[in-house]
């Protein structure tokens, strides 16, 4: 690749360059692009104060700073990528700029039918968890698709519902009249700093039908926890781990952050009570974004979390393993699913 001479270029010159989806810039001559899960470097030689100067421009478009005084920042590009920078000195020898590039081309599971690896049965089911409003967590680790996959997931809902978004950076994409979006953090000219989890508590007097959070990070899952066991069926939220088990993990320590003395089976209780599936997300060996796992929480037996997978990711594809959901009946009576529908 030829060299830039402005970061704002090499953006647009890789906006058309299909499979990339991450831009990392470490310093003025180290660039890499992520494709199918792989970190290219390229031959692209910038300076710092170009650096600094996009820096300063997206700070200004997400009206926010980016200084000593305010080193991070979180934010979006014009065409919804999302970049995350942090300056000197807090990054070493010069600002280090991360950015998530927006996949316009996803917009719906009939535009692409095999995204994430489901085939058309699977693709009817997820229609089915939304219809029939079930409760969601979107579990997996850094760059599998999170954002991407809670965006298809929300083309499916129904447009009379009231719907209000949560997030820390706006990334969700919900093309419904009813919708309230938040973000979290500060902006300029404003001295007040709210947090997801003060807008999540804002959020249940807000009659919402669904509360929608990008991604759970403290202690704000305490709060979507009681929403989801209050009434607002169909919420969901995203949440970094590297499989179920793990996911449950985490929730409890988020949990336990929203600074309540609770013991581990109690929380675990609130888990069962207010989540229904939890959707793993991975790659697969070609780097590819795919569901891993899908896995119904059932109960409790004792002190520990009972679930079982209804599909995993084998052999290429997403594969039934012969277990039918015990909420098949709420499946089938509100979101249209046939009741053989896992026996076929």
């Known amino acids: 690749m030829e060299a830039q001479n402005s970061v704002w270029q090499l953006v647009k010159d890789l906006e058309n360059k299909k499979g990339i989806t991450e831009i990392v810039i470490n310093g003025p001559s180290t660039v890499f692009v992520e494709r199918a899960g792989q970190f290219i470097q390229l031959n692209v030689r910038l300076t710092k104060k170009d650096m600094y100067d996009f820096i300063d421009e997206v700070a200004r478009f997400n009206k926010r700073q980016c200084n000593q005084d305010n080193p991070i920042l979180d934010g979006n590009l014009p065409d919804g990528s999302r970049i995350n920078a942090i300056v000197e000195p807090f990054s070493y020898g010069a600002p280090a700029i991360s950015i998530r590039k927006y996949l316009k081309h996803i917009a719906s599971f009939q535009n692409d039918p095999n995204v994430f690896g489901l085939g058309p049965k699977w693709v009817e089911f997820m229609k089915a968890i939304i219809s029939s409003k079930m409760n969601l967590l979107i579990s997996g680790g850094t760059g599998v698709g999170k954002t991407t996959f809670m965006n298809l997931l929300l083309g499916e809902l129904n447009t009379a519902e009231r719907v209000v978004t949560i997030e820390d950076t706006l990334e969700l994409s919900i093309n ?169």
Request: proline letters at 4%; aromatic letters at 4%; one cysteine or more.
């Open 176 to 344: 419904r009249p009813n919708v309230v979006r938040l973000e979290a953090g500060s902006r300029v000219g404003s001295s007040a700093n709210i947090s997801t989890r003060d807008l999540v508590k804002n959020t249940l007097r807000m009659r919402p039908d669904r509360v929608i959070i990008g991604e759970v990070r403290g202690g704000e899952l305490f709060d979507l926890m009681q929403a989801m066991n209050t009434g607002h069926d169909g919420s969901m939220t995203s949440i970094h781990a590297s499989s179920p088990a793990e996911c449950f993990q985490r929730v409890e320590t988020l949990f336990l952050m929203a600074g309540f003395e609770v013991p581990i089976p109690v929380i675990r209780r609130q888990l069962v009570s207010a989540v229904d599936f939890v959707i793993q997300l991975t790659r697969d060996r070609e780097g590819n974004r795919v569901v891993g796992e899908i896995r119904e929480i059932t109960g409790m037996e004792g002190e520990n979390i009972t679930s079982q997978v209804i599909g995993r990711y084998e052999d290429g594809k997403l594969a039934m393993t012969g277990l039918s959901p015990q909420k098949m009946d709420r499946l089938h009576k509100a979101g249209g699913l046939p009741l053989a529908f896992f026996s076929n």
